[in-house]
């Protein structure tokens, strides 16, 4: 890996912020359409599939690979067809007139004629001690990514809202039965996967309960301790997966006021493509993407933002 440092006021054609899945494709085809792009890798290069550790669902390997290996690979690929990697944090990024300046953490600072926006979005935990030790070991926040691991096992899923619901629906289908874990007695989730959700025979609804411990042993998760939140007492369920589902932060805190996010933080993108609503400003993966968040879903958004940022190049020549 090559650290070029950022010189002051260096102008590019493309900055792309952020270095998983979406912003190293985003690299590779800016790349590869002669537009030597610089990639902006915070504090996480590689986003959140560094943090996995089983992946057999990135299409083109049929044995499992590890998340961090992918990354590092797709790194190198963005670096061998030309994309530059800088290793520095985005503060900020002015959108008001062209060329777009970012400012970095160092005080250095860049301008750019167009920018791929690629920061990803980190899930939230629970913060329990308990869970961060068996993460990776029985507790995981994607069902889509680790389910099929607790095939025909007995699995929790934390959380009320529509991914939640989503992700005990999909368990469902894979596991021995789901426990929805629901801190109150309604949940957030839209009608119709509430619907489907109590349809389901081997999903079960533990309302009105929080997690107070992960309980495992060196194999793994064993169980959860259930608190109640309505003065009841605790209750051990045995499981041996806890998928939490309490929502993603989206990494768009230095972007706040340079182009249009939602109520919870995610870039707005046109629909089906990535213009954002600065002109020239282009967003892919899980800062604007929070119905799919898969590392396919966004390096197929990286490859579209860099070819609606190529176009857009081509436009204003
Ligand atoms: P939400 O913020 O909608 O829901 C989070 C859930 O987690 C809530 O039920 C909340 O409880 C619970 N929760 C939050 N913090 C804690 C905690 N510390 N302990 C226990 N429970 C907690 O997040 P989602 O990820 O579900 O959805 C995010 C957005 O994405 C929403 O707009 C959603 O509609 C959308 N989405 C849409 C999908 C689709 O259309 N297919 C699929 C997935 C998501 P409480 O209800 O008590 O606040």
């Not at 929790?156 to 426990?179: D, F, H, P, Q, W």
């Amino acid at each position: 890996m090559t650290d070029h440092a950022a010189d002051a006021n260096q102008h590019e054609h493309v900055i792309i912020i952020g270095a998983g899945a979406a912003g190293l494709t985003a690299g590779i085809y800016t790349a590869r359409a002669n537009l030597s792009p610089v990639i902006i890798a915070g504090l996480q290069p590689g986003g959140q599939m560094t943090i996995t550790t089983d992946v057999e669902n990135y299409p083109g390997f049929a044995q499992v690979i590890q998340g961090p290996w992918l990354m590092t690979e797709m790194q190198a690929q963005a670096e061998n067809v030309g994309a530059r990697v800088i290793y520095d944090l985005v503060t900020s990024l002015d959108t008001s007139e062209r060329p777009f300046t970012v400012t970095f953490d160092s005080g250095k600072v860049m301008t750019a004629d167009t920018i791929i926006l690629a920061t990803g979005a980190q899930a939230r935990w629970l913060g329990l001690e308990s869970e961060a030790a068996f993460n990776g070991r029985g507790v995981s926040a994607c069902a889509t990514c680790d389910g099929f691991f607790y095939k025909e096992r007995d699995v929790a899923v934390i959380g009320g809202g529509n991914t939640a619901v989503e992700e005990a629906l999909y368990l469902a289908n894979i596991c021995r039965s789901v426990t929805l874990v629901h801190r109150r007695d309604t949940l957030r989730a839209e009608q119709i996967m509430q619907d489907r959700l109590l349809k389901k025979e081997n999903i079960t609804v533990e309302w009105n309960r929080s997690v107070a411990e992960v309980i495992g042993d060196e194999s793994g998760v064993t169980g959860l301790r259930l608190a109640s939140t309505i003065g009841e007492a605790e209750k051990d369920i045995p499981v041996h997966g806890m998928f939490v589902a309490i929502g993603h932060d989206p990494a768009t805190k230095a972007f706040s006021g340079a182009v249009a996010l939602d109520d919870e933080g995610y870039i707005i993108a046109e629909a089906g493509g990535t213009r954002t609503s600065v002109d020239g400003v282009f967003a892919a993966g899980d800062c604007v993407d929070k119905i799919y968040r898969q590392a396919v879903t966004a390096a197929g958004m990286g490859c579209m933002a860099a070819l609606d940022a190529e176009r857009w190049l081509g436009e204003q020549e």
